[in-house]
C-alpha cells in the first residue's frame, strides 16, 4: 500500500498515522545507532619555553600571549640587572624581566626566537624574557606529579610539579609563585 492510499477519503487520517507508525518501526529496525561516545582524558595545557638550557612549562590560564621582544624596551634606571624595561604593548606599559638573568645571573643573548611570556596578573601583567617558546603541551592530568623534577638553578618553590610525557619530564614552573618571590619583588637596585 501506497502513502497515496491513505490519505484522502473518510478514515485517512488513522491509515496515515499507522503508515507513519509502520515508516518509523522500519527506520528504527535498519537505524545505525549513535557512536559510542568516548570518555575523554582530563587534560592540563601548559606553554612550553626554554631559560637557557632548560625547559619549563607554564599553565596555560597564566599566560595571557606570547610576544616578540618589543623593539623599544626602556630601561628604567635604578633597577636589578634582570629588569630589562617598560615596553608599550598596545597602549598598555608592560614591564619586561629576563627570566634567565633572574634564575641564573647572566642575561639573554637575543635571538630570532626569543620571546616574551606576558604573564596575567591581576593588578598589572608583566613580561618574562624568555630564550625560546616550543609552543602549547596538553598532558593527561593523571600524568601530573606533585614531585617535580629536579631543575638546575631554579628555586624549588618555584617549580610546582611535573608530567611525564613518555621518557620525558617537563617541571611545571608558576608565574604566580615567581610574582610572589621576595627576590622578585625587590626589583630595585
Not at 4 to 29: F, H, I, N, S, Y
Request: proline share 6%; hydrophobic share 45%.
Amino acid at each position: 500500500r501506497s502513502m497515496a492510499d491513505t490519505v484522502p477519503g473518510a478514515g485517512g487520517g488513522e491509515m496515515l498515522l499507522q503508515a507513519l507508525v509502520e515508516l518509523e518501526r522500519r527506520c528504527l529496525e535498519h537505524a545505525a545507532g549513535l557512536p559510542k561516545q568516548e570518555i575523554r582524558a582530563e587534560v592540563w595545557a601548559g606553554v612550553l619555553f626554554q631559560v637557557g638550557d632548560v625547559a619549563l612549562v607554564a599553565p596555560l590560564q597564566e599566560i595571557a600571549e606570547v610576544l616578540e621582544v618589543p623593539r623599544d624596551i626602556t630601561p628604567v634606571h635604578g633597577t636589578r640587572p634582570w629588569v630589562r624595561g617598560v615596553a608599550n604593548n598596545r597602549g598598555t606599559l608592560l614591564p619586561i624581566f629576563d627570566l634567565q638573568a633572574f634564575l641564573f645571573g647572566s642575561a639573554i643573548t637575543l635571538n630570532p626566537r626569543t620571546r616574551v611570556l606576558v604573564v596575567r596578573q591581576e593588578e598589572l601583567p608583566y613580561g618574562l624574557m624568555v630564550r625560546d617558546v616550543i609552543g602549547i603541551r596538553h598532558f593527561d592530568i593523571s600524568t601530573r606529579t606533585d614531585e617535580a623534577p629536579e631543575v638546575r638553578g631554579v628555586p624549588d618553590e618555584l617549580v610546582t610539579g611535573g608530567f611525564a610525557s613518555g621518557s620525558q619530564r617537563y617541571a611545571v614552573f608558576s608565574t604566580r609563585d615567581l610574582a610572589l618571590d621576595t627576590r622578585f619583588r625587590q626589583a630595585a637596585a
